[in-house]
């Protein structure tokens, strides 16, 4: 079905917009609606495109508040791991809903996961209708037999994935260099540059994994990772922070791809990726929030405009990372790095925008709707993907409904880990 979205404005002045099959078919500042067609009055709302979220951990919404203020890996094995031990299929079952129903409120079409019980985030993102990649969490800590567990586990979820509904799309995920060994590195990336999948890791996040890489190996991690043979276009990573010059022209000549997570690095004190030197290296960038256990939250808007505000801090330039690229990175360019083509709104492309209310007090006045958008934000009212509208003016169907059920899962799960609150 098509619909006209009549009146709202755009960077270039006010616009009619016509979507039909998921896709714009038509933009102009004026369009005749045709019979049987759906109007959305759009007057005072600024159509922006929606935002694709290059790397998250989506069910750790359940685990927004319950560890903040403390070291990566300490924070990892006493607080997160023992709480994500009691977690069920159910649990990431609703704590991916409700995942789904903020990056809808916020804005977000678009979301590349790693988690447990991977059939579940799929499940969860079909039913809320909104782009998935996503890939299971693969652990193997040097263990042949639970490598061997893992593999079959990759195996089974790639098969099943191939009945999954074109929005969402398989990805092969390795936990990062310090978790997974080399043998079963170059196993996936085997398996993914096989299929014409992505290969998705975290890499380079912190200071002490880059040590602790020279320790064992006696290189960087994307020297360890370029002698293996697993970097290629295929390859998606996240974070990033540590990279040095030699790294950045290795990621750049494969081809491979950095998700910035910032407000993660940031209130993890993992450092700050050099934004500006990555670009100048050549290497293709996209931004994440990461899961809501480090970055508390989904909202790609802060995410965006935390990128600009630290990468002006690191390069000392306050031209760094405008507002336009900005915007750019945290829309079309991430989706890119996973081969999607959403985040403009342009002729041919899929219909993901968002309807953004210019009444907002932080949208007046309106001397340049991007910037207003990526450093001073406002209050998204309708979110489209591919054409379909997943929130009207400010409700999602069935949002009461997620909060109860993951409520419930967090209560659950308190009890077994024995939370103190
Ligand atoms: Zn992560």
């Known amino acids: 079905m098509s619909l006209v979205i009549r009146g709202a404005l755009l960077p270039e002045g006010k616009r009619d917009v016509r979507i039909d099959d998921g ?35 989506a069910a750790m919404t359940l685990l927004r508040g319950y560890a903040d203020d403390m070291e990566l890996h300490s924070w990892l094995s006493t607080k997160i ?15 991916t809903k409700l995942a789904c129903l903020e990056m809808i409120a916020t804005g977000t079409t678009f979301f590349v996961d790693m988690y447990w019980h991977a059939r579940a985030t799929v499940r969860a ?25 893992m593999r079959r586990q990759v195996e089974e979820l790639y098969s099943q994935s191939r009945a999954d509904p074109a929005q969402v799309r398989f990805v092969v995920g390795a936990h990062a260099i310090y978790s997974v060994s080399a043998a079963s590195l170059q196993w996936l990336s085997d398996f993914a540059r096989d299929r014409g999948l992505i290969l998705h890791l975290h890499l380079s ?21 370029d002698r293996l043979g697993v970097l290629g276009p295929h390859v998606v990573v996240a974070h990033g922070v540590w990279f040095d010059p030699r790294e950045r022209e290795t990621l750049a000549r494969h081809g491979v791809g950095v998700v910035h997570n910032p407000v993660s690095n940031l209130k993890l004190a993992s450092g700050a990726m050099d934004y500006v030197a990555l670009r100048q290296a050549g290497v293709r960038v996209g931004l994440g929030t990461d899961g809501c256990a480090s970055s508390n939250n989904l909202d790609m808007r802060e995410a965006m405009k935390t990128a600009s ?9 306050p031209c760094a990372l405008p507002a336009a690229e900005a915007l750019a990175l945290a829309t079309r360019e991430t989706a890119a790095l996973y081969g999607l083509e ?32 990526v450093y001073s934000g406002g209050q998204v009212r309708f979110t489209l993907c591919g054409g379909r509208i997943l929130m009207r003016d400010g409700v999602v169907e069935g949002a009461a409904e997620i909060r109860a059920q993951a409520r419930r899962c967090v209560a659950r799960l308190c009890e077994l880990a024995q939370c103190t609150r």
């Not at 791991?81 to 704590?95: C, K, M, N, Q, S």
């Not at 969490?137 to 263990?143: P, S």
Request: charge should be negative; charged fraction near 20%; hydrophobic fraction near 45%.
């Open 23 to 57: 896709q714009f078919v038509a933009i102009a500042p004026s369009l005749d609606s045709c019979p049987g067609e759906e109007v959305l009055p759009a007057e005072g709302l600024a159509l922006l495109p929606s935002f694709a979220n290059g790397h998250t951990h």
């Open 81 to 95: 791991w023992p709480f994500e031990a009691h977690l069920t299929e159910e649990d990431v079952y609703w704590g």
């Open 125 to 149: 993102a079909v039913e809320m209708g909104l782009r998935a990649a996503v890939c299971g969490a693969f652990f193997d800590f040097g263990d042949a037999a639970r490598a061997a567990a």
């Open 205 to 225: 996040e912190t200071q002490k994994e880059v040590e602790d890489c020279l320790r064992a190996h006696g290189e960087r991690p994307v020297i360890y990772l």
């Open 309 to 317: 505000l630290l990468a002006k801090l690191v390069a000392r330039d």
């Open 342 to 373: 959403m985040g403009e709104i342009a002729v041919g492309r899929p219909a993901d925008c968002i309807l953004v209310d210019l009444d907002s007090p932080s949208m007046v006045p309106a001397h340049n709707l991007v910037s207003n958008w």
